[in-house]
């Protein structure tokens, strides 16, 4: 007598079950039993692909949260800075800021420029030579391609949108700023992402989204996925001058920025590149 229920097919046909299982539990079906992970040679039932959402990615959290200190904590070391209700009060507030030990090695101090309405903020690092030169962030090469991709990219003007750095002041050599110059001006830059109030933040680069974020973590781990500054989205991504040395990742940039417009409700062209 033959066995039409061999061992082999038994088998065979439990994998296929718990993979059926595991699939509706990913589709959200709840009172499952406890998923059992099987071979990947089970057979597997084929679904149709599920539609990609065009809805944009939920905020993530970042790998390693730390609480953005209070604004009532950041504001104390500068009573009164709470009281700018616009840009133009809160740059007089900051004045000839003697703050801290970059004050004397400016040529000016570099605010910020556009939109006080902007839906959209960027906020990099802080100024390089040419920023220093003008009073301008993002200014040179690296300014240039920030200007292309807000304008060629994004169709959008650079008087659209709100551009700042972390730091007002360049860091000597292009150097990284230190933990004591962040802590005398991030203040400023709070205050200018609470007068703004854009409906979302682009991060330019390691340093700017580190020190908002409050991580350590790289920009390759962060980019690509929603984060949040102060109850706004922030879209961490390559800052332009990483693009000169490596416009192999201009791609990546392109892809972090699609996800902003659709946020911000821009049509995305069907070919384009900033
Ligand atoms: S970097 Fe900021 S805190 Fe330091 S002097 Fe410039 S504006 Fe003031």
Known sequence: MSNS????????????????????????????????????????????????????????????????????????????????????????????????????????LVFG????????????????????????PFVGRAGQLLTDIIERGMALTRSDVYICNVIKCRPPENRNPEADEVAACEPFMLRQIEIVKPKVIVGLGTFAVQAVLKVK????KLRGRWHEVRGIR??????????????????????DVQEVMKVLGIPIPRRSGA
């Open 5 to 108: 229920g061999s061992v082999p097919d038994r088998n065979a046909l439990t994998a296929t079950l718990r993979d059926y299982v595991e699939q509706l539990r990913e589709e959200g079906l709840e009172g499952l039993p406890a998923g059992v992970r099987v071979a990947r040679e089970a057979p597997h039932i084929e679904t149709p692909p599920t539609p990609r959402a065009e809805a944009p990615a939920p905020i993530s959290s970042s790998p390693e949260p730390r609480p953005a200190p209070a604004a009532a904590e950041m504001f104390s070391k500068y009573p009164g800075l709470e009281k700018t209700s616009t840009l133009e009060e809160l740059r007089a507030f900051i004045g000839d800021c003697q703050r801290c030990k970059l004050a004397p090695l400016r040529k000016n």
């Open 113 to 136: 420029v556009g939109n006080p309405n902007a839906e959209l903020m960027f906020i990099g690092e802080g100024p390089g030579a040419d920023e220093d030169l003008k009073g301008e």
């Open 234 to 255: 922030m879209m961490p991504t390559f800052h332009p001058a990483y693009l000169l040395r490596n416009p192999g990742d201009k791609r990546l940039v392109w892809a």
């Open 217 to 220: 973590t790289p920009i390759s």
